[in-house]
């Protein structure tokens, strides 16, 4: 006997979507490792509230009961791993985050240059931009990684700009910024005046403790260039 329509059981849709993810490379001892990400999450209040986060352990010389305690003390830092990259399958059971592979790898590295290179990698077209034109608050996250972000203001401590280009601040930079997101290594970030907590390009991160203090309070470019971050004042 047929199913009358209004019983029918409606087909089940998926979707496809991306997202950003963080990536935790830990170092032995993880004890020192821990304690670098304390100083970290302290300077950076929130930075990885709802964040995904994907814990990379590739080559690492641990045992299963070094990955289920690393896992127990992310998770006591409110650090919630939703994948894992290059762990020993035996490790990932009930309770513990799936593996996951094929996400771009990169170093971080930070030695400045003297010079930022002339900007012969970008193409000649039309780049998709977001304009901000308030100040972004603490607690607020702008993402866009379709293209350039500018922001005809301030970003204050505790915010983020996430763009897949590059980013635009007429104003203080005290939170975060993170360009580049989607990948783009010849991404920059400029700003009027170098205040910031953390900045990022392509995967590539200086936190405040390691940037140059004789450029706080400054107009200042940040740039890749063989795999470094450089940074530079403006005139």
């Known amino acids: 006997m047929a199913t009358p329509a209004s019983k029918q059981r409606a087909a089940i849709r998926f979707r496809g979507r991306s997202f950003l993810a963080t990536v935790l490379a830990p170092e032995l001892p993880l004890a020192d490792w821990l304690a670098e990400l304390d100083k970290l999450s302290k300077r950076s209040e929130g930075y990885f509230a709802s964040r995904p986060v994907i814990l990379d352990v590739t080559g690492l010389a641990i045992t299963k009961r070094d990955f289920a305690e690393l896992i127990a003390m992310l998770y006591e830092r409110e650090i919630k791993v939703m994948g894992v990259e290059g762990a020993d399958p035996s490790w990932l059971g009930f309770g513990m985050p799936p593996s996951v592979s094929g996400g771009k790898q990169t170093e971080i590295l930070h030695k400045p240059s003297a010079e930022p290179p002339k900007q012969n990698s970008f193409v000649d077209r039309a780049v998709p931009s977001l304009l901000i034109e308030t100040p972004v608050r603490s607690g607020q996250s702008i993402i866009f990684p379709q293209g350039d ?75 890749l260039a063989n795999d470094k971050m450089n940074m530079a004042a403006l005139a």
């Open 149 to 223: 972000v500018t922001v005809v203001g301030s970003v204050a401590s505790g915010a983020e700009i996430i763009a897949g280009n590059s980013i635009h601040i007429y104003g203080t930079l005290r939170g975060r910024a993170i360009a580049g997101s989607t990948g783009n290594a010849a991404a920059r970030i400029f700003c009027q005046k170098f205040e910031a907590e953390l900045i990022a390009i392509d995967g590539l991160y200086q936190t405040a403790d390691d940037l140059d203090p004789g450029l706080r309070g400054r107009a200042v470019q940040a740039w």
